[in-house]
């Protein structure tokens, strides 16, 4: 039988993409499916479904804040992600790194791609809507930084990313993370679990 394939729609600016991404490689590799990373603008979802983010939404309530981040501390523990460090910067605008990301697809390097902004914003803090910092953060993980970013501004590239937005919307998206497995749509890191509990009765 054919192997799951899990679509992630995906923005760095989520601190939860970085803390899923690690979590849904290791679900991936038990229930043997495939984790596709769609790219796409948290800001787009947000604006074409009148969402908000969390600590926009609900910072006036203390306490569920403080119960969100209980919750993200749990779930940092129980999943062994202790390299993950709030970013200073956040939130920050993602649409020079997401282009980015699309163009890294493209140059067949979105893997290593990905892997670096995730560290450089989720575990080293640093200031990812700078187009000289994200140069550097890539040129050390040995990618071409300077031709990444000048692909960002491919009109195929931003076509691309937008497209991606709209057709997750299209799919129910309203925030991310979201999942897909086919039309089964899963919300929120705290969905792993039912996720997981999917593959398993569909695998």
Same mark, same amino acid.
């Given at each position: 039988?054919?192997?799951?394939?899990?679509?992630?729609?995906?923005?760095?600016?989520?601190?939860?993409?970085?803390?899923?991404?690690?979590?849904?490689?290791?679900?991936?590799?038990?229930?043997?499916?495939?984790?596709?990373?769609?790219?796409?603008?948290?800001?787009?979802?947000?604006?074409?479904?009148?969402?908000?983010?969390?600590?926009?939404?609900?910072?006036?309530?203390?306490?569920?804040?403080?119960?969100?981040?209980?919750?993200?501390?749990?779930?940092?523990?129980?999943?062994?992600?202790?390299?993950?460090?709030?970013?200073?910067?956040?939130?920050?605008?993602?649409?020079?790194?997401?282009?980015?990301?699309?163009?890294?697809?493209?140059?067949?390097?979105?893997?290593?791609? $990905?892997?670096?902004?995730?560290?450089?914003?989720?575990?080293?803090?640093?200031?990812?809507?700078?187009?000289? $910092?994200?140069?550097?953060?890539?040129?050390?993980?040995?990618?071409?930084?300077?031709?990444?970013?000048?692909?960002?501004?491919?009109?195929?590239?931003?076509?691309?990313?937008?497209?991606?937005?709209?057709?997750?919307?299209?799919?129910?998206?309203?925030?991310?993370?979201?999942?897909?497995?086919?039309?089964?749509?899963?919300?929120?890191?705290?969905?792993?679990?039912?996720?997981?509990?999917?593959?398993?009765?569909?695998?």
């Amino acid at each position: 039988m054919r192997a799951p394939t899990i679509d992630f729609i995906f923005d760095f600016a989520s601190p939860n993409a970085y803390l899923s991404r690690n979590a849904l490689r290791d679900l991936a590799g038990r229930c043997g499916g495939e984790v596709r990373l769609i790219p796409c603008l948290l800001g787009g979802i947000f604006k074409a479904t009148g969402n908000q983010a969390p600590f926009t939404a609900f910072g006036h309530i203390k306490n569920k804040m403080a119960y969100e981040a209980l919750e993200m501390q749990r779930f940092v523990t129980s999943h062994g992600l202790d390299r993950y460090r709030s970013n200073p910067h956040f939130p920050m605008n993602t649409l020079l790194v997401m282009r980015g990301m699309v163009a890294a697809q493209h140059a067949g390097v979105a893997e290593r791609y $990905v892997d670096a902004v995730l560290a450089a914003m989720w575990e080293a803090g640093q200031k990812m809507d700078d187009p000289e $910092v994200v140069a550097a953060v890539l040129d050390a993980a040995g990618l071409d930084g300077a031709a990444l970013l000048a692909a960002t501004q491919d009109p195929v590239v931003k076509a691309e990313l937008v497209a991606n937005t709209e057709a997750a919307v299209a799919r129910g998206a309203f925030g991310i993370p979201t999942f897909f497995v086919g039309d089964e749509m899963f919300f929120g890191k705290e969905r792993l679990g039912q996720l997981e509990a999917y593959l398993d009765q569909h695998g």
